[in-house]
């Protein structure tokens, strides 16, 4: 039997540009272009490789406001089939929970399944809750760190490797199952210009709002974020000397360089 | 190579401003369009000074001064001739105006979008990476390994023409054919910009500087005040900068913010954005032989449509008018059965018959002013010198013909001067 995948995206703000309020401390996310979580992209295309090799299909899903179309399309165009857009205004100001909340009622409602592939964390958040949290509410089995997956179809399981800090676990998992794939694991592939075209004409994203789903409005968005951030502190900032050596000689550049080193008791010779 | 099932009437190759308002043009006619950009939005990877001319962006977009994203409307245009710490600046102020600074980015994301409202479709991150011919006609272009087909393709790749390179239309560029500009985005407050260049809210300043600005090296730097923010840059003769200077090339820019003259206004600004970008430097010898083929029209930078006023730059309209002139053409070509060579003819006699053709023509030898070395580094010298023993007076007051005949000795003959000023009042 081929594998149904669903895939989970975060359409974040690209944080190579992201500012922080000084006055409130939280982040300005206004005016700044979005793109789908670096990682998340990992996952798609660990989950792009599976249906290459075994067959079957593969949905994303993200929780955003609109303009994440765009991220979706984006995905499309890698391979993906479809994708799943939950948005509803009901849904902002979510903290983790309530964001794994709508997350699981959409695969709820997605219904069939075998295998939900999620990031290792975000850009913007990075708090590694979601996929716990999600396969928590649809009580799946849950691995983290995954870098290999291997599916047996004789008795619906996968085989999945999983990074540590200096070994590997392998671990025998049934499906459904929740993984989550270890940053950087694998380049994502390229767009096709057929898949972007799919994306664009014919009708393979859908939007799900409050009124698709059968939740329970007090759970999501800010009224079922029980989180608060209390505080945000910065980290000091160390103090740094700016010292420029303005000749070209490479030479004295060189044993200039020594010898700030030397002063500064980083270097003994 | 796989064959895609849908076809298109047009598939434009390019969203920048030429690219963008053909296929607005082309689908506000109802025609199949398909518009590719290898960025990741429209326009992000464009690049410009900082001003553009608004008339004849007017005749293509409805309500264009309403809905467009424009920054400040350029009330005030300075030209300055800078030698060491000293520039003598020409200031013209009115409250009448045709030309409105904005990010190009903006300007092309929009016309992308308009586009797409009319019908369009937009594709981004996709590379074309050839043209498709078919029996010797352009009938679509290459992605990968996988092939999209159109009637006509309208190429608007810009200046980097690696397509048309390709399929032998045009030669690889000539670094003396082209000019590098390099610039930097500063963050400042639209409070900030008002009171350092003396603006009012919306209000512009274009401010073009030549002489000690590049290092001698012929070019000029530009300043463009943007709402909340100022665009400052420098464009150089390529082949010059590459033979003369043996740094990083934003060592030029670097100089030029932290120039004595300007370092005022940017001090407490903070660097948003840093890009090059190419530019045609003598469109005459960029531009192909024509600009129409079997099934292929091509537009704007990578046609050579632009020009060099010398002060000033008029890209951004010459290639969305381009744009404009080829969809109408297509059109036309369309009526008359198809997009064949000798239907597509039309474009480029549209062409030759709009200000486009017409201005390119009358100012086909300004860039052989860029070779004049001393317009760049003599005639500034001179123009200070002149105005440094008028205006510092100690003890002994100059008359003006003892301060220039004080200025020149020595650096510039009279006759030459005279030479230089009615070949620049006829190329200019
Ligand atoms: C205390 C607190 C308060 C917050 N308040 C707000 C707020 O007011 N407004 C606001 O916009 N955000 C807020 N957030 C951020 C938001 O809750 C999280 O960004 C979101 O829940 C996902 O968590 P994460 O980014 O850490 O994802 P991680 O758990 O690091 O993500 C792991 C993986 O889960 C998947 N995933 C994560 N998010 C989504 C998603 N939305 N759709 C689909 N898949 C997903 C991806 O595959 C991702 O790689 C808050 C977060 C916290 C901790
Ligand atoms: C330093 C500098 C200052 C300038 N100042 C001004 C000014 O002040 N005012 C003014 O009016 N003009 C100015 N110009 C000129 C102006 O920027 C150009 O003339 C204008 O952008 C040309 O538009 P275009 O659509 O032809 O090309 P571009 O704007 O270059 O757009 C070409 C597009 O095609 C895309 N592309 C290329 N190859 C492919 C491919 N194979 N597949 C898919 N997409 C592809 C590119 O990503 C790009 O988006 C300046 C230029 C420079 C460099």
């Not at chain 1, 903290?95 to 699981?104: H, N």
């Not at chain 2, 105005?387 to 650096?411: C, P, T, V, W």
């Amino acid at each position: 039997m081929p594998l149904k995948i669903i895939v989970g995206i975060k359409w974040v703000p690209n944080t190579t540009s992201v500012n922080i309020d000084p006055k409130t401390g939280t982040l300005i996310r206004e005016g700044i272009p979005s793109v789908v979580n670096p990682h998340d992209l990992t996952a798609v295309e660990m989950a792009l490789k599976l249906k290459d090799r075994y067959g079957g299909t593969v949905t994303a899903i993200s929780m955003a406001p609109p303009s994440a179309l765009a991220g979706l399309e984006h995905v499309i165009g890698m391979g993906v089939d479809r994708g799943i857009l939950a948005s509803d205004r009901a849904f902002a100001g979510a903290d983790t929970l309530a964001t794994s909340y709508v997350l699981s009622k959409v695969i709820e409602k997605i219904g069939e399944y075998d295998l939900i592939i999620m990031g290792h964390e975000t850009i913007d958040s990075s708090t590694a809750h979601i996929g716990a949290q999600v396969a928590s509410w649809l009580r799946l089995p849950y691995v983290y760190y995954a870098v290999d997956i291997e599916y047996n179809e004789q008795d619906r399981s996968i085989i999945v490797r999983r990074m540590l800090e200096n070994a590997y676990e392998t671990y025998k998992v049934y499906l459904p199952a929740v993984v989550s794939i270890a940053m950087h694991t694998y380049e994502p592939r390229r767009v096709k210009v057929s898949n972007k075209l799919r994306a664009k004409t014919e009708d393979v994203i859908q939007v799900w709002t409050s009124k698709d789903l059968d939740i329970d409005i007090n759970c999501a968005g800010l009224r079922g974020s029980p989180t608060v951030v209390s505080a945000i502190d910065f980290v000091p900032k160390v103090p740094r000397k700016n010292l420029v050596f303005k000749e070209r000689d490479p030479k004295k550049a060189a044993k200039w360089l020594i010898d700030q080193l030397i002063q500064e008791g980083l270097l003994e010779l | 190579m796989k064959h895609i099932e849908k076809r298109f009437d047009a598939i434009v190759v390019g969203a920048g401003p030429a690219g963008a308002t053909a296929a607005y043009q082309l689908a506000k006619m109802g025609y199949k369009t398909l518009l590719l950009e290898r960025g990741r939005t429209p326009g992000s990877k464009s690049m410009f000074g900082g001003r553009v001319y608004i008339r004849p962006l007017k005749d293509i977009y409805e309500d264009f001064e309403k809905k467009a994203p424009i920054h400040r409307w350029v009330k005030k245009e300075r030209i300055s001739l800078v030698y060491d710490e000293s520039a003598t600046t020409i200031e013209y102020t009115s409250n009448k105006t045709t030309s409105f600074t904005t990010y190009l980015t903006q300007l092309s994301h929009w016309m992308a979008n308009q586009a797409v409202e009319q019908g369009a479709i937009l594709l981004t991150e996709i590379r074309v990476d050839r043209l498709y011919k078919e029996d010797g006609r352009y009938r679509g272009v290459v992605v990968e390994d996988e092939v999209v087909k159109s009637d006509v393709v309208i190429d608007a790749e810009g200046i980097n023409r690696l397509l048309l390179e390709r399929e032998g239309i045009v030669e690889k560029l000539s670094p003396d054919h082209v000019a590098l500009g390099v610039k930097e985005v500063i963050k400042l407050e639209p409070d900030t910009i008002n009171n350092l260049f003396g603006l009012d809210n919306n209000e512009g300043l274009s401010w073009i500087l030549m002489g000690d600005v590049t290092d001698g090296i012929p070019g000029g730097a530009f300043i463009y005040t943007n709402r909340d923010s100022v665009s400052l840059g420098i464009v150089v003769l390529l082949g010059e900068a590459a033979r003369r200077i043996d740094r990083h090339i934003y060592i030029l820019v670097e100089e030029l913010r932290n120039h004595p003259l300007l370092y005022k206004y940017f001090k407490d600004g903070r660097i948003m954005e840093y890009s090059t970008h190419l530019i045609p430097e003598d469109p005459s010898r960029l531009m192909p032989k024509k600009l129409y083929y079997d099934g292929l029209m091509i537009v704007g930078d990578a046609a050579g449509l632009l020009l060099n006023q010398g002060y000033t730059y008029r890209g951004v309209d010459f290639a969305a008018y381009s744009g404009y002139i080829a969809a109408k053409a297509y059109e036309k070509a369309h009526g008359n059965g198809g997009a064949s060579e000798e239907n597509l003819k039309i474009y480029q006699k549209m062409l030759e018959e709009s200000f486009v053709m017409k201005m390119l023509r009358k100012f086909s030898s300004v860039s052989r002013l860029m070779k004049k070395e001393r317009l760049f580094s003599t005639y500034p010298q001179l123009i200070n010198l002149l105005a440094s023993k008028l205006m510092h007076i100690e003890y002994d007051s100059y008359k003006l013909k003892e301060a220039f005949d004080e200025a020149r000795k020595g650096r510039v003959g009279l006759i030459h001067i005279i030479k230089d000023l009615w070949e620049v009042s006829r190329k200019l």
